[in-house]
T-cell receptor
Framework: KQEVTQIPAALSVPEGENLVLNCSFT??????LQWFRQDPGKGLTSLLL?????REQTSGRLNASLDKSSGRSTLYIAASQPGDSATYLCAAGGSQGNLIFGKGTKLSVKP | GAGVSQSPSNKVTEKGKDVELRCDPISGHTALYWYRQRLGQGLEFLIY????????KSGLPSDRFSAERTGESVSTLTIQRTQQEDSAVYLC????????????FGPGTRLTVT
């Protein structure tokens, strides 16, 4: 059974800092890995999708990497801003499209 | 274009009543998924549709839960004889095709069973 773990559970950084969020999964037989942000009281916003054959994806200040063999993914956020404050979720995608989510990292970026 | 929409946004119901939650996926998306998020817990996968077919219902929490989809359009998640443990945010997502493509989520329906 796939299990997804995210470390740290919470992170507080000053504005402008670069940061890394970690995600690990137990079953390397994934179709893809997707990163989301969740703002309080709102739904999920998709950030990046990495297919199982890919090593990384980039979008603006965000870069996500995937190492299937070690069961790890990282989300790198460059030059963090207060607007980046949210909970970041990673999800491992199975063959039926079922996403198995971690519990998230709550990020707070202080001005 | 329009994203995934869900209705109602909030639903308060008495224990034992039936509820129906609705999801309108992005137009053209063949795959649709239901998840739930209980307070303080992670998102839990419930069921997926490829077109209007749901081949695997094993993720549904109990036989009080059922879901259907009309063609490649609207889906409804029905909970019969609601229990307090059913209180959660129910999220719907859709993707262009099953498994391979990015999933886009709706805003969710917050269900409270009193």
């Amino acid at each position: 059974k796939q299990e997804v773990t995210q470390i740290p559970a919470a992170l507080s950084v000053p504005e402008g800092e670069n940061l890394v969020l970690n995600c690990s999964f137990t079953d390397s037989a994934i179709y893809n890995l997707q990163w989301f942000r969740q703002d309080p009281g709102k739904g999920l916003t998709s950030l990046l999708l990495i297919q199982s054959s890919q090593r990384e994806q980039t979008s603006g200040r965000l870069n996500a990497s995937l190492d299937k063999s070690s069961g790890r993914s990282t989300l790198y956020i460059a030059a963090s801003q207060p607007g980046d404050s949210a909970t970041y979720l990673c999800a491992a995608g199975g063959s039926q499209g079922n996403l198995i989510f971690g519990k998230g990292t709550k990020l707070s970026v202080k001005p | 274009g329009a994203g995934v929409s869900q209705s109602p946004s909030n639903k308060v119901t008495e224990k034992g009543k039936d509820v129906e939650l609705r999801c309108d996926p992005i137009s053209g998306h063949t795959a649709l998924y239901w998840y739930r998020q209980r307070l303080g817990q992670g998102l839990e996968f419930l069921i997926y549709f490829q077109g209007n077919s749901a081949p695997d219902k094993s993720g549904l929490p109990s036989d009080r839960f059922s879901a259907e989809r009309t063609g490649e359009s609207v889906s409804t998640l029905t909970i019969q004889r609601t229990q307090q443990e059913d209180s959660a945010v129910y999220l719907c997502a859709s993707s262009l095709e099953l498994a391979v493509y990015e999933q886009y989520f709706g805003p969710g329906t917050r269900l409270t069973v009193t």
